[in-house]
């Protein structure tokens, strides 16, 4: 089994669907979807961006298993990198530049695309060497 046969497998498991219901799901037949589990097929890009889409899969992951599984949108990254670095200023007592600020924001909202999620534990090394 490849990698992307396993990552395909590992999406459906997750969701806690059958072969024949992602199909379906992404408008596929039964068959069709199986094809591209089993690697019978090779899994077309609009197959992999509609998966990737509908349930907020990184589609780097799924491609290349680049990155973290999942994605959360843009607000939710952004808003999560702010007030990581609200907290830290806070604790720090420390009031940064806007340039200071969006510079850690933008570190903090990276790392949050890269991983999937806030990673508490890098985010604050990196904001102790500050």
């Not at 889409?53 to 808003?79: Q, R």
């Not at 420390?94 to 990276?110: C, D, G, H, L, N």
């Not at 695309?113 to 534990?121: F, M, S, V």
Request: hydrophobic share 45%; proline share 5%.
């Amino acid at each position: 089994m490849s990698d992307i046969q396993q990552r395909l497998l590992a999406v459906r498991k997750e969701l806690g669907l059958t072969q024949p219901a992602l199909g379906k799901v992404l408008g596929l037949s039964e068959r069709a979807y199986k094809n591209y589990e089993l690697g019978i097929r090779e899994l077309p890009l609009a197959v992999a961006l509609k998966l990737s889409e509908n349930f907020k899969i990184s589609i780097a992951w799924l491609l290349v298993g680049d990155g973290a599984p999942t994605t959360p949108s843009t607000g939710e990254a952004l808003e999560a990198a702010v007030i990581a670095a609200r907290e830290h200023f806070i604790e720090a007592n420390k009031s940064p530049t806007p340039q200071q600020e969006a510079a850690i924001i933008r570190y903090i909202y990276e790392e949050i695309i890269r991983e999937g999620k806030l990673n508490i534990d890098r985010v604050s090394a990196y904001l102790r060497t500050l």
